[in-house]
C-alpha cells in the first residue's frame, strides 16, 4: 500500500530567549499570533500556508538539529526590506533586471529567514 500523502502544515523553533523571539516576529516581521503559553510557546497564523511556532528550549520531550531556515513570500520585497530595515539584511541576490529577488536576515538567535520576491501574475 503506498503512503498517504503528507500535508505541511507548520514549523517550529525552539529559542533561550522566547520573549525576544515571539517580540521580533510579532513586532518586525509583524506576524499574527493565533496561540500561546507564556513561557512555553508561542504560535503564529500561517495565513493558509500552515503555523509556526516558537518554543522555549528545553521544553520538548524529543531533540531536533538548530540548523532552520525559514521562507516567507512577499509582494514587494524592495518595501518588505525597507519596512524592516536594510541593515537588518545580511545577504541578498538580484533577478537578471537587477530587482531584489531574495534577502536573508537573522532572526535574534541567528535563525535564517529567506524572504523571496513573490513571482509576478
Given amino acids: 500500500m503506498p503512503p498517504t500523502r503528507l500535508k505541511f502544515v507548520g514549523t517550529e523553533l525552539y529559542f533561550d530567549d522566547l520573549p525576544g ?18 513561557g512555553r510557546y508561542a504560535k503564529f497564523a500561517g495565513h493558509g500556508a500552515g503555523f509556526f511556532c516558537l518554543e522555549a528550549k528545553g521544553l520538548e520531550s ?8 525559514l521562507f516567507f513570500e512577499t ?7 525597507s519596512a524592516i530595515g ?7 541576490a538580484v533577478d537578471n533586471q ?10 535574534p538567535e541567528g535563525h535564517n529567514i529567506v524572504l523571496i520576491q513573490a513571482a509576478a501574475e
Fill in 62 to 69: 524529543y531533540r531536533s538539529a538548530d540548523k532552520a531556515v
Fill in 86 to 92: 536594510n541593515d537588518r539584511i545580511v545577504h541578498s
Fill in 75 to 81: 509582494e514587494d520585497l524592495s518595501a518588505t526590506v
Fill in 21 to 38: 523571539a515571539r517580540q521580533f516576529y510579532r513586532d518586525v516581521l509583524k506576524l499574527d499570533i493565533s496561540d500561546e503559553q507564556a
Fill in 98 to 107: 537587477g530587482r531584489p529577488h531574495w534577502a536573508v536576515m537573522h532572526d
